[in-house]
């Protein structure tokens, strides 16, 4: 998607268009209620899926039998415990919560690299 997005749209790259504003209506997000409880929608969903003797829950369709379990190891973290709190320290004045704007997430990722290039250049030392 993106390589063929990039070839009809163009290249994009960091700018300042991004819209913050919210949505105009926030009720036309979300579930139509008044459909959900047509007759009609549900005829169709019972043709086109198997029963999972739970008709309330909509999210809850074709169980399996078994599930899988994926056990993944803890990777090691590359800093020490002083280290970590020393990084926690540094980043923390670099944090905003609400930052939509893509601009301030690539300055926010490129400075918490620096950080972390200043903590592994010290250690070395």
């Known amino acids: 998607m993106f ?21 105009f209506d ?3 997000y979300g579930i139509d209620w008044d459909e959900y409880d047509s007759n009609l929608l549900w ?3 019972d043709t086109n899926n198997a029963p999972n003797g739970n008709r309330a829950n909509p999210f809850q369709t074709h169980l399996p039998h078994h599930l899988s379990h994926v056990d993944v190891p803890e990777p090691p973290s590359p800093f020490s415990a002083n280290n970590f ?41």
């Open 3 to 23: 390589v063929f997005g990039m070839v009809h749209n163009g290249i994009c790259g960091f700018n300042d268009t991004w819209n913050d504003d919210p949505p």
């Open 26 to 28: 926030i009720h036309e």
């Open 43 to 45: 005829e169709h969903h």
């Open 85 to 125: 709190s020393i990084f926690q320290h540094q980043i923390q004045p670099l944090m905003t919560s609400s930052a939509r704007n893509m601009i301030l997430r690539c300055t926010l990722w490129i400075s918490t690299l620096n950080i972390c290039n200043q903590i592994f250049i010290s250690e070395c030392q």
